[in-house]
Nanobody, 125 residues
Framework: QVQLVESGGGLVQAGGSLRLSCAASGRTFGSYAMGWFRQAPGKEREFVTALSWNGGKTVYADSVKGRFTISRDGAKNTVLLQMNSLKPEDTAVYYC??????????????????WGQGTLVTVSS
């Protein structure tokens, strides 16, 4: 069993940056594919980015490509999401997700077995 806890959300002005962290407990997730999803008020959960279990492959949504970066800190059992050049449309609750069976990073939320509770990111214009 893996427990995921996100942190780092907050209020930022458009053009600013935030770094989200997803800390795992219960088991090391070095062999897990990891993903970040987000859900804005009144909208469905959408894919943001994902990382393969070995860190060799990353996938980004077109809306965040070139602005967001996902990375893994194995020593700290943490996955990071660096978000730069933030826009008001990035406002959402951000969730990290993990799955042990994925061979490649998935863009579909249904593929992930473990989820954090979410952290709110608000970007003001």
């Amino acid at each position: 069993q893996v427990q995921l806890v996100e942190s780092g959300g907050g209020l930022v002005q458009a053009g600013g940056s935030l770094r989200l962290s997803c800390a795992a407990s219960g088991r090391t997730f070095g062999s897990y594919a990891m993903g970040w999803f987000r859900q804005a008020p009144g909208k469905e959960r959408e894919f943001v980015t994902a990382l393969s279990w070995n860190g060799g492959k990353t996938v980004y949504a077109d809306s965040v490509k070139g602005r967001f970066t996902i990375s893994r800190d194995g020593a700290k059992n943490t996955v990071l999401l660096q978000m730069n050049s933030l826009k008001p449309e990035d406002t959402a609750v951000y969730y990290c997700a993990a799955d042990r069976s994925l061979l490649h990073p998935s863009t579909w939320y249904g593929d992930y077995d473990y989820w954090g509770q979410g952290t709110l990111v608000t970007v003001s214009s």
